[in-house]
């Protein structure tokens, strides 16, 4: 089950989806597969100089393909996937960090699975979402028909682990990646009549760093410590799936009829062989944005093609539309690379492209950057650097006082682009609710509006998974804004663990102009869930929690704020709440 505060049971409706299907008189639109990698790095492919690293399908995949040398994402994960969802710079559609709710995509945004969706096809995602866990923020809200994994910014286990079909939790069986391709395999072998859309965002080598014996023994006879043999072999894992996928295609008889598109969504998860770039994830250097960019379609894109002109990941929704057929959308940051990937052209059109971070603070100008084609420059709180990627792909040499006259120019561009794509971003917006299509709708406090200090988060980071200790004072509350589509009656039930030395504390809950309370009488006080990490993990670990049910409320359309605050504390705490 989704773990949160808010649980809502009203009636499931049954939904008649009617599909007109007509004979076509031109060839079948190509299918489309997405296959997006987790913190791994553009030298996390042995075709691209690792040594280290064993990757004989992405490396035989490149031969087979056009690559791009060079193409650019966000340096970190959500703001990476809401900008190939949408076409459009991440800023723009409200994901702006990686928790603490700025990872949200506002549902307004079209997405290519919207698009393609509404274009005949099939469309199915396998993996981390990312970009929102509320209804309409979630895959189905965006367009997907078929959804299998999570939505937070990262998994606490990836063995035996619960994970969401479809809007309800279940125990998987097995490797997380290994489950996320046998889905990815059904839905494939579902659609094989197509079109379909599958988008397969896989979570490795995202840590926890957890992988099977087999692999992980393989890269420490290698002699490398435990966390890189761990990265390494979650990657030969991650090569192995693809190679899965592309089999069933074979087998299928559908390799020359599908585009298989291969990227990652940031630089690599610390310092490792990089390609002798500068940075990693979170920087706004090469080495944190500059990623694989693959794409395999026989026939059509010739094979080995290697293209220089930069791209972009707001190109990817406009590129597949071009490719499948389909008008390009309007109000998008991205051009379309089909002329090029098809050699109808061997350039890109001049522009320029823009970098931001931004690490669950206020949101600041920098650090950030722009890239004009030869010249790059970097925004940072303690000093803004210019380099000449012709001439110094490494970033060896500052030229910001060489040549200041390109400095300020690039500079000026960067403000009037971050100051244009931030308009509509201001403080977080309020959480949907009140849609019967998913009638449960989970509050972390991740995701709150508000927090009072005493509280504290349990890793301390506030990242996906953690939670709330040190619940003391009826002083003490946390609180939510809500936007219902519709009047709705919740049942509300909270999350939580309390040893029987604190039981008796009394909890209330206040949404809108209505309060419920109730008394933790129960006490469960388990031990974390057992976590088979190769070395230890900076995120929180797991464990499983009581649900006491609080009461049922009904509340109207409309915006409104749900607080939770305690009413009595007879014990040293409340409760540790989920």
């Known amino acids: 089950m989704t773990r949160a505060l808010l649980r809502v049971f009203i009636g499931l409706f049954p939904c008649l989806l009617l599909y007109s299907c007509q004979p076509s008189e031109t060839a079948a639109p190509p299918n489309v597969i997405f296959i997006l990698t987790d913190d791994q790095g553009w030298g996390d492919i042995g075709a691209h100089g690792n040594t280290l690293v064993e990757t004989p399908v992405l490396d035989q995949f490149i031969t087979e393909s056009a690559s791009f040398n060079k193409f650019y994402v966000s340096p970190l994960c959500a703001p990476s996937r809401a900008s190939f969802l949408s076409g459009r710079y991440h800023l723009r559609t409200g994901t702006v960090s990686v928790s603490q709710g700025m990872e949200r995509m506002r549902p307004s945004e079209i997405t290519i699975a919207e698009l393609l969706k509404d274009a005949g096809y099939a469309t199915g995602c396998f993996g981390k979402w990312h970009n929102g866990s509320n209804y309409p923020e979630n895959p189905q809200g965006q367009g997907f028909q078929r959804f299998v994994g999570f939505s937070a910014g990262h998994w606490n286990n990836y063995f035996d682990t619960e994970l969401e079909y479809d809007g309800q939790f279940r125990k998987s069986s097995g490797y997380i990646s290994d489950v996320i391709t046998d889905e990815s395999l059904a839905f494939i072998e579902e659609n094989g009549d197509g079109p379909f859309f599958c988008y397969i965002p896989y979570n490795a080598p995202h840590g926890p760093f957890q992988v099977p014996d087999a692999y992980f023994n393989k890269y420490r006879e290698k002699e490398l410590d435990d966390r890189l043999a761990a990265i390494y072999a979650m990657v030969e894992n991650l090569d192995h799936n693809i190679g899965r996928i592309l089999q069933k295609l074979r087998d299928l008889g559908l390799s020359k009829n599908t585009i298989v598109i291969f990227a990652t969504d940031n630089g690599p998860n610390g310092q490792r062989y990089n390609g002798n770039m500068k940075g990693w994830k979170g920087k706004v250097d090469e080495g944190g944005v500059r990623v694989p960019f693959i794409v395999r379609w026989p026939g059509k894109i010739a094979a080995g093609y290697q293209i220089e002109p930069a791209g972009s990941h707001i190109d990817f929704l406009p590129t597949v539309m071009d490719l499948v057929g389909l008008s390009l959308p309007q109000d998008i940051d991205g051009i379309s690379l089909a002329p090029v990937l098809l050699q109808e052209e061997d350039q890109i059109p001049q522009r320029t492209i823009y970098t931001h971070v931004n690490f669950m603070t206020e949101l600041y100008p920098y650090p950030g950057a722009v890239r004009d084609g030869r010249y790059l420059l970097t925004v940072k709180e303690d000093g803004n650097e210019l380099f000449d990627l012709f001439g110094d792909p490494g970033q060896e040499d500052n030229l910001i006082n060489e040549i200041p006259k390109v400095a300020r120019e690039l500079l000026s561009k960067y403000h009037s682009w971050f100051q244009e794509v931030t308009r509509e971003t201001g403080t977080k917006p309020p959480i949907p609710a009140g849609h ?34 040190n619940w003391k004072s009826p002083e003490d509350s946390v609180w939510w804004p809500l936007q219902l589509a519709e009047p709705t009656t919740y049942q509300v039930f909270m999350e939580y663990t309390v040893p029987d030395t604190d039981l008796g504390g009394q909890v209330l809950v206040r949404a809108g102009q209505q309060e419920i309370n109730a008394t933790i ?30 009461g049922s409320v009904t509340l109207p359309a409309g915006r409104l704020q749900v607080v939770l605050k305690a009413l009595e504390v007879p014990g040293s705490q409340v409760c540790e709440f989920r």
């Open 436 to 469: 019967l299509e998913f009638p449960q709708v989970s509050l972390y406090p991740q995701e709150a509006m508000g927090i009072t200090d005493s509280l504290q988060y349990q890793e301390g980071h506030g990242w996906a998974h953690d939670w709330l200790v």
């Open 521 to 550: 009488t129960r006490a469960f006080d388990p031990d974390y869930i057992p976590s088979p990490d190769r070395v230890p993990r900076i995120e929180v670990y797991e464990k499983e929690w009581a649900r006491l049910e609080i």
